[in-house]
């Protein structure tokens, strides 16, 4: 909570975001074009799949990155709800719509990938439904905040709406495993070396990409919020003054 409580002071917060920010969103293209190329050019063709499997250095991390963002943003909303941290729940909400993109991307590659290999371009199979589940709690979450006519009600209905949707990620998880499904279960992240390293090290680079790029999206985002803020209280004060 200490590293919190300093990042407490917006001051502190734009001083130290508006480099970090730079930093990540260049860090993450680099690695993303990086990953990129390693995905198409370097990795091996998948046995069964072919090259079409390809598309899953894209599709993969983006899977992780629509959970990881959701999780950050509960993480955020908690905090934002128990200890009223200045600036949670304006790190919970500008990441919300950068957690869509990645879930949007995610079904979108996820419907491309599955047309040549199903057969389909969808399936209501339990992962598929469940990440379409999630981008739509991604799409209230938003709109809760844009129709409230207070930020203080707007963060504390979202903040419940973010802890209450995080029951969904548990399901997205492990629904291949709870349900017969079409997708296929998990290959990263186990014990069973089901990826070679030729598919892995593509895969991790285009997740800390992934992963780079949304700390400097939302840092941004964080920071345009923080500037809405101050000049709105601005504008109060002065109609209060004039």
Known sequence: MAVLSYFANPQRFMAVSRPLSLIFMALGVTLILFGGWLGLFVAPSDYRQGDAARIMFVHVP???????????????????????????????????????????????????????????????????????????????????????????????????????????????KFSVDWWNTLHQPATFFTGDNNATDGFKYPMYVMALGYLSLFGGATLLNMRAEVMSRRAEAIAQRRARQG
């Open 62 to 172: 983006s899977a992780w990155l629509s959970m990881g963002v959701f999780a950050f943003m509960a993480g955020a909303s908690f905090v934002s709800l128990v200890w009223r941290h200045a600036l949670a729940d304006v790190a919970a909400k500008s990441a919300a719509p950068i957690g869509a993109a990645f879930t949007l991307l995610c079904l979108v590659t996820g419907s491309i990938w599955g047309r040549p290999i199903w057969g389909t371009w969808w399936e209501w199979d339990g992962r598929m439904t469940s990440v379409l589940v999630l981008f739509f709690i991604y799409l209230g979450y938003i709109a809760v905040w844009a129709s409230m006519e207070t930020q203080e009600k707007a963060a504390r209905a979202a903040a419940i709406l973010c802890l209450v949707g995080v029951i969904n990620l548990p399901i997205i």
